[in-house]
């Protein structure tokens, strides 16, 4: 290999790790993704990620004098720029100094940690639904309801490295309790675990008693009325909030994906509907809801972006 | 004068226009304000505009050649950055190429014209209560709910330059009709005619018929409780549009001006209450609400910003 503009994504979520080489547009070189290790400490955990790295590396031919750098999305939240994690999905990480502990690894190149929803929003809007678009809101819809916020061309951090966190928009103020301890955030209504719940208590038997929000979408795809409502209800939430968010950002795109996003017309249906309801101010009238388009890899695109494309996807230090 | 560091800043809305020079660092060194004409065609308010001009660079003492530009804010809509301007509140200005006139009129230096509120924003965060912050939401609640956004230390534009426009975030999806077309708005409730008129349905009998909001807060200052009722529901919607964009958007501190502001705790007391209880996440909780500082002047001091500091207040052409 001559060139140094490889890059060494990672994704590390609650359910999986994931990890590949990013060529210099983006396109993953190799990839390889395990479950995430349950009951471990975080050592064992960190050298499950760094074996993985080091596998794709390997897998790619890639050595790591060829590196331009190492991009990671990260279960928030997260003390950023720093990248010391505390994953909520992830118990084995508190205060778990991811950043630091990769620049030991790799030293003398950038290395780069974001949240995972972040990471997703950067990479849908580098190579994937968002593409062009100057001001585009990233959604991830699943356990929880996340996101990234793209303005002027540009991903922006805020105060703390948070913004784009659509899932605490309120929708419903005297709505169900949310996990942040408030009432009527759009994660407490259209979070997957909360429309399954939602349904159960509306009398939806499933066959298995671990049935879950996607169990939840066949059921709806076969014409179950509670499960339709169920996701008329989430798709309604989600349009008010992408209402609120486009009249307050002035948005041109937004793109939803997240395990939630798969039941497709099931939830984008109502959505629509909610979002021309309440989005009705002339600059905001236009604006699209398009499915996230690079699926799994979003994440890994989006980590790789954080490096290759740092001018728009990276003001940390 | 030495300098062509002078600034022609005017301010145009539907009760007044404004003009001042501004000084190299915002300070302004002549001010004039004159009521907006009614009844007159464009022609005629455009010679107003003109006359106001030049009347506060002559009371400066500054000539058109020691001008480094001139910064305006208008009322909205507008075609922006065109600057090409239909005010809600004039109709005399319909798709009015008002910065395309003052080009003409102020040739070779630039000239640049954008929302009322957004420079307020601009103002308050340049010179007055934003001062220092890295992201900010400037809101001015009077006739209407508008704003502007700070955000990673630079004026958001937006798809449109609208970015920002926090009237129109839904805070009850079911609630009163908003001026928009849509319902729930948080200007269909908080901006000061809904307040009035809400008053006056719950039985507030005013003095005299053509009572405001500002009456009705001097009655709320006198412990009415009709409108301690208003302003509490008032102010609990801005603090749930407050909670939503703090969260979306990672805020440090929300700035509130505008003539319902001057309402003081009545207002901002149960903002507070339900800012609080709905912004919960760790990284929303510190969100700071001030008054705004600049009042009259700065509408003003913020178009003056868009020459003196484009880098952070101007991303048009």
Redesign the interface.
């Known amino acids: 290999m001559t060139t140094d503009r490889f890059v060494l994504a990672i994704d590390i979520g609650g359910t999986k790790l994931a990890a590949a080489v990013a060529g210099p547009g983006g396109g993953l070189l190799a990839r390889e993704t395990v479950p995430t290790p349950r009951a471990v400490d975080a050592g064992q955990l960190w050298r499950g990620v760094e074996a993985l790295a080091a596998r794709v590396l390997g897998a790619a031919g890639v050595g790591a004098a060829e590196l331009a750098g190492v991009g990671v999305g990260c279960g928030g939240?997260m003390d950023w720029p720093a990248g010391v994690v505390s994953p909520l999905n992830i118990p084995a990480w508190r205060s778990f100094p991811l950043r630091a502990r990769l620049r030991d690894r790799y030293p003398g190149v950038p290395v780069r940690v974001h949240n995972d929803a972040i990471c997703v929003t950067a990479g849908e809007h580098w190579r994937g639904a968002g593409r062009g678009a100057?001001?585009m809101l990233g959604m991830v819809v699943s356990t929880g309801v996340g996101g990234g916020?793209i303005?002027?061309g540009?991903l922006?951090?805020?105060?703390?490295?948070?913004?784009?966190?659509?899932?605490?928009?309120?929708?419903?103020?005297d709505g169900p309790a949310?996990t942040?301890?408030?009432?009527?955030?759009v994660e407490a209504i259209a979070r997957g675990p909360a429309v399954a719940a939602w349904a159960r208590r509306q009398g939806w038997r499933p066959g298995q008693p671990d049935a879950t929000a996607r169990d939840l979408a066949a059921d709806g795809a076969r014409g179950d009325p509670v499960a339709l409502a169920a996701f008329g209800r989430a798709g309604r939430a989600l349009g008010?909030a992408i209402?609120?968010?486009t009249?307050?950002?002035?948005?041109?795109v937004v793109c939803v994906g997240g395990g939630l996003s798969q039941a497709g017309p099931l939830l984008f249906g109502p959505l629509e509907e909610?979002l021309r309801?309440?989005?009705?101010?002339?600059?905001?009238r236009d604006v699209k809801v398009v499915p996230a388009a690079l699926g799994q890899d979003a994440g890994l695109v989006g980590a790789a972006a954080l490096v290759l494309a740092a001018g728009r996807y990276w003001?940390g230090d």
């Open positions: 939240p100057g001001c916020l303005l002027d540009r922006v951090e805020g105060r703390s490295g948070n913004a784009g966190h659509i899932g605490h928009v309120v929708v419903e103020p949310c942040c301890g408030a009432r009527g955030c008010i209402a609120s968010a009249s307050l950002c002035d948005l041109e909610s309801a309440h989005a009705r101010l002339e600059f905001a003001a």
